[in-house]
């Protein structure tokens, strides 16, 4: 991971946890997804209390999920990447981490549909 990419994901961090401190002060765990595939581009997010998982509105958060779209762009642009996708994890405390696939467009996927969680699928961290 490059230098410049680092510095866009560290602000995609700060910004998803100011937007969760607002959403929710109960919340303890967010998720950011964001894949870029030929022709599509998408982003969903979730977080978990200690009740319940709910998915990040698209029309509550525009402001988020425009800037979110505009640094995960650059954080592909600064690896050199033209397509992929990305998982954010971050906590209540500010640890984060940054999964990256390359390959399988569904990996992670956000959804409460089907019984989903809507923690994302196949994931496998905290």
């Known amino acids: 991971m490059s230098d410049e990419s680092a510095k866009y994901i560290i602000e995609l961090a700060k910004d998803l946890f100011a937007t ?3 959403q929710n002060p109960l919340w303890q765990v967010a998720y950011f997804r964001y894949a870029k595939f030929i022709g599509s581009t998408s982003a ?9 998982v709910e998915l990040l509105s698209v029309f ?5 999920f425009r800037r979110a779209k505009n640094l ?5 642009l600064s690896l050199d990447k033209n397509t992929g996708m990305f998982l954010l994890v ?6 984060y981490s940054v999964e990256f ?15 989903a969680s809507g923690i994302p ?4 961290g905290k």
């Not at 995960?72 to 592909?76: E, K, L, M, R």
């Not at 696939?101 to 019984?115: A, Q, S």
């Open 20 to 22: 969760m401190r607002v």
């Open 72 to 76: 995960s762009d650059n954080i592909f």
């Open 90 to 95: 971050i906590n209540k405390n500010l640890d």
């Open 60 to 64: 509550q958060h525009t402001e988020f």
């Open 44 to 52: 969903s997010a979730s977080y978990r209390t200690a009740c319940e």
């Open 121 to 124: 699928i196949g994931y496998e």
């Open 101 to 115: 696939e390359y390959e399988d467009p569904d990996k992670w996927e956000i959804t409460k549909r089907n019984g």
